[in-house]
């Protein structure tokens, strides 16, 4: 099992026990958009990116945890750049 698939579980496992919203669910995703973005699986990555991580954008930043914030404003960048 590679990187890739680790991610995926894992993150499966965290939007079902913690929540889609939860910190670790959030960071989690991040890693897998990132894995898949390496790997050159761009169309995959987005749509990690818009199930997982954009309603990172629409939320307040001060009451999101510290590594939300981080995710938060490259999702910010990431839909600028693309548009």
Not at 14 to 25: A, I, S, Y
Not at 26 to 48: H, K, M, N, P
């Amino acid at each position: 099992m590679g990187a890739r698939e680790l991610w995926e579980a894992t993150l499966d496992t965290r939007r079902r026990v913690l929540g889609p919203e939860h910190p670790d669910t959030s960071t989690c995703a991040w890693r897998l958009f990132r894995t898949l973005q390496d790997l050159g699986e761009l169309g995959e990555g987005l749509g990690v990116l818009e199930r997982d991580l954009l309603w990172l954008v629409n939320r307040d930043a001060t009451i999101l945890g510290a590594d939300q914030r981080a995710i938060r404003k490259y999702v910010a960048r990431a839909i600028k750049k693309d548009g």
